[in-house]
């Protein structure tokens, strides 16, 4: 699990949410609760009220999960327990999973308040079986077996089991349940006998039912602005803008922004123009930049677009004002996450999976994240977020591009991935 988690970029940062002069005071006289509370009740989003102690709890438990995950990659030894990631459990309290059996639980205590800077008397302390290096070698296990029973069913011509493992496009490491769960379109006893016989899996992967239907990529100048390209056939691409980041090209640093990475991929890659407008409605639509880099593989599904003179980001969406030059690396299962894109605006889940594996039909996401929260066609490289209050300035964090999505669930690539992968940073 070490190598997975990617170090929360440090910054020293003011409080921006946008306001009046004259209610600046009383601002920053709320806690930072209060002020995401005040977020997710307004009335223009018609959200679900959601109640004060818990969305400050929801914050200190970010703070806590962030300062662990930091800690785990900067030293491996910093941390003395075998740290198998956490969730967010039904009492909004955060859990910290271990894996180890030689420590004991207050041994595990002492070490994260020995390495958080808040207090830490709410957090939970789970001993799981598996470890998160072991439930990564299940899934190459299952992933391996999967390919090769394919080959095997397609060669013999068995249609059943062919028909039923090519349906099988997803999984994730779930640290809640310390398991890799494979889901299954309408599955049923018989085929989870089927399965488990072709697995041979024990306790550490289990089958569960997902509805029947392909992913559909969502391909989606502020965060959540709606940005155009050409294809190669003359069809029109519309997709999201993401966060405000820079690209080292070897010589300087592009200013720009991030966006989808398969959107770049349906564009045929780097040097395609990107447009503020719907260019085959307008004569000569202006050109926001071009395409730099951009990656549709393995763990990363993004772009960097640098932008052209005359051009300006504003990095506030609505009332929200964004802070880019920190990011979120890891957030705990069953956390409230937000996003903006497009075509279904700003819209709020909780998180499902923190890493997704997925096939689209044209590659393979892994590490991905999965969130119960709306988008639509032209969400793609929108913009997910966080409220992060730290000190008590408080402050919205990006934590990720938006993907694709199925039904009511999206998928999301994480910041680190695309600042290792690309070398794009947010600032």
Known sequence: MRKKFISFVSAIYAFTLVTPMISFATELEKTGGERLMDIYNQEVYAITEY?????????????????LTDAYVDNEESIKFDFAGGYINEDDNLVICAAGKDETTDEIVDDIERICSIDTSDVVIEKVKYSYEELEQARVYFEDILDKNLTQAKSEGNNDIYELLSSITSNSIDTEFNKLIVYVPNLNEEK???????????????????????????????????????????????????????????????????????????????????????????????????????????????????????NEFRNSYDTFSFKSDRYFTEIPKNSTVCKVGTSTGYTTGKIKSTDYSVDTGTVKLTHQVKVNLTSDNGDSGGLVFMYYNPDGSGGYIPAGLVSCSKGDNTTYTKCGYVVNDLNVHPY
């Open 192 to 310: 989870t006998i089927i399965l488990e016989n072709l697995f041979d899996c024990s306790d550490i992967i289990s089958f569960e039912n997902e509805e029947e239907g392909n992913y559909e990529l969502r391909a989606s100048v502020c965060p959540g602005r709606g940005i155009y390209g050409i294809t190669s056939d003359r069809k029109v691409l519309r997709f999201s803008v993401g966060y405000r980041a820079y690209f080292n090209n070897g010589y300087s640093n592009l200013a720009g922004f991030c966006t989808a990475g398969h959107a770049a991929d349906e564009l045929l890659g780097t040097g395609m123009y990107v447009y503020s407008e719907n260019p085959l409605y307008t004569s000569d639509p202006p050109k926001i930049g071009r395409i730099y880099t951009y990656k549709f593989s393995g763990s990363t599904d993004a772009a960097f677009v640098g932008m052209y003179p005359g």
């Open 51 to 67: 109640d004060e102690d818990t969305i400050e709890q929801q914050l200190e438990n970010n703070i806590i999960y962030s300062e």
